[in-house]
């Protein structure tokens, strides 16, 4: 059997299985945690595009997320815009703030552009929760809608109830993983694999590396918006705390933890990062603890991520299985 095929047969198995999860999962608290999951799948592949194709960290990712949390949430709140319009809004809202941030950081290369993105989620934070009049501060925002039911034909979807939002996520997760494979397969994935390899020799053969950069940079926030507004409509409830450098830090950590650089990494990485804290809850003080450790030693001893060294496992696998007695 071919690579192609296997790989063919194993992205049909994992549809099905997301199809058909609702069905095996009934409990309303891990249907809680698998929307938050791929919602964080969105903004983890948002991340993967800037720092995992492009090698550039950026620590805005959570920032960017609020942007498109609370554009979202005002539109529809404050200027009564349909659920659906102001969902759609919020990654082009998002989009344009970050061409205005984006142009001048990426100017900037390596640790220097990290500490310009942590300055730009700082600032956003504290706007969040200082401008009490339009965002309501630390008190938030209460009663955000969710988007109206689509009926077709007979069959309603109910975007009320969890199974229903599960496939909306689904949805998004799905085609922010398709957006980011057809970038990578395209000529401008090409050039953003090459500035991470050598940014220098790129420029040398006359390559306008920032207008690719800031395409990155631009694509990576518009998911963050997208996961903004599915994170908010669907908890109801919007204050800043969601959107601090402590999240975006999770978001890089997604990336890394399931592989830098890899289609299938983030959505490996925003499970565990999600799922991770909650499953640690059983250590009670130790939890936070736990942890930091588990991730460090991830890091340290799986440094290319998990998906990376379950591939190399499996080929070693079939390598083994094949080979002639």
Known sequence: ???????????????????????GVTLPYFQHLIILALIWVV???GQNLIQGFTGYVSIAQAGFMGIGAYGSTLLSVKLGWPVWLTMAAAPAVTALLAVLAGYPSLRVKGHYFAIVTLA???VIFIVLMTWGSLTGGEAGISNVPRPPNIAVGGLVWDLGS???????ALAAAALATLLCALILHSRVGRVLLAIRQNEALIEAA????????????????????????????????????AFGVDHSLN???????????????????????????????VAEDYRLVMYGFILVAATIFMPRGLVPLAAQGWRALMTRITRKP
Do not use: C
Not at 221 to 239: D, R
């Open 206 to 241: 006359g390559v306008q590396t920032w207008r690719y950069k800031l395409l990155a940079f631009v694509v990576s926030a518009s998911l963050a918006g997208l996961a903004g507004a599915l994170y908010a409509h669907f908890i109801g409830f919007l204050n800043p705390d």
């Open 43 to 45: 903004l983890s592949q």
């Open 1 to 23: 059997m071919s690579t192609h095929t296997v790989r063919t047969v194993g992205l049909a198995v994992v549809a099905l299985a997301a199809l058909a999860l609702p069905l």
């Open 162 to 168: 969890r199974v229903g939002y599960y496939y909306l």
């Open 251 to 281: 978001a890089i950590l997604a990336v890394i933890l399931g592989g830098s650089g890899t289609l299938t990494g983030p959505v490996v990485g925003a499970f565990a990062v999600v799922f991770l804290p909650e499953y640690l809850r």
């Open 120 to 122: 730009y989620n700082m």
